[in-house]
Each structure stands twice: as C-alpha cells, then as structure tokens.
C-alpha cells in the first residue's frame, strides 16, 4: 500500500509518528477537513495531471481551483487530469490519498501559492485516511517540489 511507502519515506526523517490515520475517509478536502477538525482551506490537496509527457502533481490549498489560462501559461498546454487508473500508475497513489512523498520516479512536484497564507497545512499521506500536518517549509524539504507557481483561483 502506498501509505506504507509514505511511512517508509518518513521514517528516514523520524517523522513517521507524525503521520495521522483515521477510521474515516479523509479522501476529500470536505471529509479531511471533518477528520483534522480544520478548516478545509488548510488541507492540501495533491491534483494530478498530464504536461508535456510528465506526470505532474500540484499541491494546492483546499479552497482552490485549477485556473485553466493560468495553467495553460504555466505549462504551455490545456490542463488534463489523470485518470484514476493513470494516477496510480504513474504517480504510486491512489485516489484519496495523492500525496508529494514517495512518488514514482520522474513524477514533477510544484507547490501553488495558494498554501503561503497558512502557517502549516494537511496533506494525504499515500491512503484515503491519512494526513500529516506540516509547516510550509517542511511541506517545501519533504515533497521535493520544483518551484511554487500560480495557477489557482477562487481562494481568499
């Protein structure tokens, strides 16, 4: 299971502790949010699309939206999320529990700057019942991203 490669992942950092399961799904921003008792913004959800050939995972704070002209500025063509079966295929997560920790190799991880306006946030950790809590710099170290961008709307 792809929560036990986040564990894994973690352990080399002794944070694997840190990793919370819950009896409930936490396989959306709603019922992430329901099992942190946070407020939805702070989970940051992990979208999954198709650029230029690559996998390409974006974290993104839980109250924004893919702002397609802006995609399409980033990455120079029309956004296209992968399929479910494409997720867990190329990323190494299934849906629910995408994550930036533990991808395949040659996934490409970018940050959105929706995620700078909180201290810390909740990713998934590799299961549909999983979430870790992070400060922003340790969200940055630990998913090995390639650089914050801008391609989200609709967040305060």
């Not at 840190?18 to 992990?46: H, N």
């Not at 997720?87 to 629910?96: N, S």
């Not at 870790?132 to 090995?144: A, P």
Request: aromatic share 10%.
């Amino acid at each position: 299971m792809a929560i036990n490669k986040v564990k894994t992942y973690f352990s080399q950092y002794k944070m694997e502790e840190r990793i919370q399961e819950f009896d409930v799904s936490s396989a959306t921003v709603e019922l992430a949010a329901a099992a942190l008792q946070c407020a939805p913004q702070r989970i940051a959800k992990t979208l999954s699309f198709m650029a230029g050939g690559d996998a390409v995972l974006i974290v993104t704070a839980g109250d924004a939206q893919i702002d397609n002209p802006k995609y399409k500025a980033q990455f120079g063509t029309k956004a296209k999320m992968l399929s479910p079966e494409e997720v867990e295929m190329l990323v190494g997560h299934g849906i629910g529990g995408v994550c930036p920790f533990a991808v395949n190799e040659g996934v490409k991880v970018y940050l959105d700057v929706s995620l700078k306006r909180f201290e810390t946030v909740f990713p998934a950790c590799g299961s549909a019942n999983s979430a870790i809590e992070l400060t922003i710099s340790e969200l940055e170290k630990y998913s090995g991203f390639i650089e914050w961008i801008d391609v989200c709307k609709g967040y305060n």
